[in-house]
C-alpha cells in the first residue's frame, strides 16, 4: 500500500474506532510494524491533525483539519445521524459499511459541540425486526444500475415458478417491508420490479443500456402515475 493510501486508511481508523485506539490494532488493520505506525502517526501530526496519546496508551483523534469544518445545525446533524442510521439498517451490508464511515466522516468534520450532538442525539433508530436477507449481492445490483449494465436474473416469483430474465436495472428502492429492483424487462417487453429476496442469481453483462437510462426512468414513472392515480402523483425516482 502506497504511504498516502496508508495515512488516508489511518485517519479513516481515527475517525470511526472507539478511542483511544491502541498502537497494535491500527497497526494491525494496516498490516504495518509498529514502528511504522509511529512514523505515520508522526506524519499525520506533521500535516496538521490533532493526534492525543503516545506509544502504550492509545491514540485519539482530537480535530481533523485535513476536512473542513461543517457548519450544520442541531436539526441538520440530527438529521443525517436518523437517516444514516437508518441506512445502516436497511441497507445490505456493503451500504451499511459506508454509512457508517460516512457518519464517522462527517462527525469528524463537525466542531467539538457538534460532535457532542451527534452522541446525544435526542432522536435514535431501533429496530426490533429483521428483513428476510437476499440470496444475492445487492451490491452486484447497484453497480449494474450506476454503470447502466443489462443484468441476466434468475427470478422465482411468489408461486414458486423460476424464470430468467435480461433485464435493465433503473433504481433499488427500500420500502417498509421489501427491497425493489425496478427494471425493463426485455422478456416482457415491458418495466417490472422484482422483489431482491426472490432473486436467487444475478450476471451483469457487458451490454450498456447508457443511451436509453432517462427515457426508461421517465417512461417508468408516467406508468406507474397512470396505475396508480392520485396516490403517485408526487412519485419522483
Given at each position: ?21 491502541k ?70 451490508a456493503?451500504?451499511?459499511h ?21 452522541l ?5 433508530v ?21 454503470d ?43 418495466y ?10 444475478v ?32 412519485l419522483?425516482?
Open positions: 500500500m502506497a504511504k498516502s493510501d496508508r495515512l488516508f486508511s489511518l485517519m479513516q481508523l481515527l475517525r470511526t474506532l472507539p478511542q483511544p485506539v498502537a497494535a490494532t491500527l497497526a494491525e488493520r494496516l498490516e504495518v510494524s509498529r514502528r511504522t505506525l509511529y512514523r505515520d502517526i508522526d506524519a499525520l501530526r506533521i500535516i496538521g491533525a490533532q493526534i492525543d496519546g503516545e506509544a502504550g496508551v492509545g491514540y485519539t483523534l482530537v480535530e481533523d483539519i485535513a476536512m473542513p469544518p461543517q457548519t450544520l445545525t442541531r436539526l441538520e446533524t440530527e438529521a443525517l445521524a436518523i437517516g444514516l442510521a437508518e441506512v445502516q439498517y436497511r441497507g445490505d456493503q451500504l451499511a459506508a454509512a457508517r464511515d460516512a457518519m464517522a466522516k462527517i462527525t469528524a468534520t463537525l466542531q467539538e459541540h457538534q460532535q457532542r450532538d451527534v446525544h442525539a435526542v432522536s435514535q431501533y429496530r426490533f425486526t429483521t428483513h428476510e436477507a437476499a440470496a444475492v449481492d445487492i451490491s452486484a445490483i447497484r453497480t449494474a444500475c450506476w447502466e449494465k443489462a443484468l441476466h436474473i434468475t427470478y422465482e416469483d411468489r408461486k414458486g415458478v423460476i424464470t430468467q430474465r435480461h433485464v435493465f436495472p433503473l433504481a433499488v428502492l427500500y420500502f417498509e417491508y421489501a427491497v425493489m429492483l425496478l427494471a425493463y424487462c426485455n422478456l416482457r417487453d415491458d417490472r420490479s422484482f422483489h431482491v429476496t426472490h432473486i436467487r442469481a450476471e451483469k453483462l457487458s451490454e450498456s443500456f447508457r443511451p436509453h437510462r432517462v427515457r426508461l426512468l421517465n417512461d417508468y414513472v408516467a406508468d406507474l402515475r397512470s396505475r396508480l392515480g392520485e396516490r403517485a402523483k408526487d419522483t425516482l
